[in-house]
Each structure stands twice: as C-alpha cells, then as structure tokens.
C-alpha cells in the first residue's frame, strides 16, 4: 500500500469513525468504548475485547438534553445522544474515568438509561504527584480487572496483559517517530496526515495499526520530501473531533507541527514498564508520571512550562489552544497559561469549538487574523 493510501484510509477513519466501530463489530470483534485517555486500555485488549475511543459528533441534539444540561460539553452530550438513539448499539459496553464533573456525572446517566451488557469506572487521584496516589490507582485498576472478569465469566491471564502492553507500548514508539518525522520533516507529514495517523488507532485493533504504521515510515524513506514552507504553529487542548482545524491552517498555508492534545501526542506520552514483576504498578505509574490533563492536579508538572518547551522544539511561531465549549479544567487553565507564554515570547490564540454548531468560517476567520499577526501582515 502507498503511504498516500494509508493516509487516506486514516483520515477516512477520523472522518467517519461510527462507520469503522461498526465494521469492527461486523468482522467479529467486541468493542467496548472509551472516553479518556486515562483508560487502561491494556487490560481490555488482554481481555479479547476491542477498545474504541468515543470524541463526540456533530449532531444536533436529540435525546441526550434531558439528562445533561445544554452548558455540559459538546463531547458529552452528542455521545450520550447516540447511545440513546441507539446508533451505539453494536458496542459491548463502555468505560468512564472520573475526571470532570460532567464524566462523572455521565456515567452515572450512562448506566440508568442504556442498556449496555457492561459498564467499568476509574476513579483517579485528584492530586497525581502525591505519595498515596501510586498505591490508589493500583488498587482502582486491579478492581476494574476484576469488574472486567466478573462481564467476562472467566479471569484475564496476567500474560495477556503483558502481551498487550508489549503491543501499546510498540505502538506509541511508532506513533512518537511519526511525530518526529512531523516535526523534523515537515515534507513528510503535515499536520493533518500526522493526527490522522495517532487518531486512527482509536477504531482499529492495534496489531493493525501497528502493522500499518511500520508501512507508513518504512515507505515515507524512500519518497521525496515536499516543499514546507507553511508557518509552524503548535496545538494544545482536549479532542478534535474532525480534522476541520488542521485542514484550516492548511488552506491557510500554516500547519501544526505538534500537539499537546488529548487524542494526540498526549495519549502517547511515555511507556509502560515491562520489566515490573507487577503488571498493575506498571500501568499506574505511566498514568501518574505523564503530563496531566488540567483535570488533574500533579505536584511534579508545570504545564506552563511543558508547553513553551514542547512549542520550542517544533519551532512554532505561535500556539493555538482549541478547545470544546464549557469545558471548565482547560478554560480555568487558560489564562495562567496564556500569561506563561507570553511572559516566554510565544504568541497564543483560543479557539472554543461547539459540536452542535460547528462554525467553521468563525473559526478560519480568527486563525487568518491571527496567522497575520504572527507574519506581520
């Protein structure tokens, strides 16, 4: 397969993810769904199940407003809206990690009113950095194993899980040398292509996402670089439903060279331990010691500082924060982190997207204005 193909199906991925979660049932997996990048998807693929990452969609809402009220996020609400429609169906069940209030208070909705034959929730550490937090997630993923079996009828062996965090941690080695190849040799990979690649994996299992990445920068080689001379801007935030803000800069003839979102360089961020004799330990200690989500707290991360320095590595000009509406941890963190970087001469812009009502001509006028800012225009 040509890398410009596999592109393409990654992007027809990303564009219509209902339509592949389907097709993985119809081929005979199991998909469970997941909302967080805090799910410890290991144990789920030990267990022969299919974890598939729910990010919303736009869709005007029919069913799910009388359960979450309209200033809950976008994300939220148009996924509780499938579930309800029923255009969720073919999935075994789903996961919930506690993280915002709106999460928190969706699981609870999620169970009451579908009827999925299972249901699993992680409850995180408020304060990721401090001493009891290691033990206390342990314990949480343990009991979500052992809720996993209780569905199942039958215990996951310890090897299989151990074989499946050989395969994710396999997969994010790939996922970061496509991020090094995005950020080295713009040529190679934009902005658009580079997430595809990472979001893809959501609705795939991952031995073929693995195979097809390997595919992908064994062949990106042997082919000629184009010619880059977009501006280079950073991205942080939560999810991007749809390619839309990448294929933005793009017209604009601006690209993202890296990120620091939830579906993106952040979902990767660090590996599993495989040499632990504790397989649980292993999984809770990558989860404490990656950069947090602003819906946790760490005592060892400064985001601020994370991001100015993530944004020098790129050579970004600026930094676009591109976030969903209400939602409360990323906006609460915005304007410390604005000050941050400007106080380290990093230009930023905050861009609010709303499911229900992509406005995508608002959002290419505000990225225009701001891309000639960055160049003097």
Not at 93 to 118: E, H
Not at 231 to 260: K, M, Y
Request: proline share 4%; with cysteine.
């Amino acid at each position: 397969m040509e890398p410009g193909d596999i592109i393409q199906r990654f992007l027809g991925m990303w564009r219509d993810p209902l339509g592949q979660m389907k097709s993985l049932r119809e081929s005979g997996e199991r998909p469970v769904a997941f909302f967080c990048s805090y799910t410890p998807e290991e144990i789920i693929h030990a267990a022969g199940l299919t974890p598939v990452r729910l990010m919303g969609a736009e869709r005007n809402i029919s069913s799910a407003d009388a359960h979450l009220q309209a200033y809950c996020c976008s994300v939220a609400r148009t996924d509780l809206d499938l579930a309800l429609e029923g255009e969720l169906d073919f999935l075994e069940g789903a996961v919930f990690v506690q993280t915002c209030d709106t999460m928190m208070r969706l699981s609870d909705i999620w169970r009451v009113n579908t009827s999925f034959p299972f249901h699993g929730d992680l409850v995180l550490p408020i304060r990721m950095g401090e001493e009891k937090a290691l033990p206390f997630l342990i314990e949480e993923i343990k009991s979500f194993k052992k809720n996993l079996e209780e569905f199942l009828g039958e215990e996951i062996p310890e090897e299989n899980i151990r074989e499946s965090v050989s395969i994710y941690n396999r997969n994010r080695r790939l996922l970061e040398e496509v991020y090094r190849t995005r950020r080295e040799f713009p040529g190679s990979l934009d902005g658009v292509e580079g997430t595809a690649c990472a979001v893809a994996g959501f609705w795939m299992r991952r031995e073929e996402h693995n195979r097809m990445l390997e595919e992908l920068l064994e062949k990106l080689k042997e082919i000629e670089r184009k010619d880059h001379s977009a501006t280079p801007l950073f991205i942080s935030g939560s999810v991007c439903t749809t390619p839309d803000i990448f294929e933005l800069a793009r017209e604009l003839e601006a690209d993202f060279l890296d990120d620091d979102l939830c579906c993106g360089h952040r979902y990767i961020e660090g590996e599993v331990e495989e040499g632990l004799s504790d397989w649980a330990e292993a999984l809770a200690k990558r989860l404490c010691l990656r950069i947090n989500c602003p819906a946790k707290h760490s005592l060892t991360q400064n985001r601020g500082d994370y991001l100015v320095e993530r944004a020098r590595r790129c050579g970004a000009q600026g930094l676009v924060f591109f976030l969903q509406n209400f939602c409360e941890p990323y906006l609460f963190d915005h304007p410390w982190l604005k000050s941050k970087l400007g106080e380290e001469g990093i230009p930023s812009l905050l861009l609010e997207s709303e499911l229900q009502s992509f406005s995508r001509g608002q959002l290419r006028t505000r990225l225009q204005a701001f891309l000639e800012t960055l160049r003097g225009v």
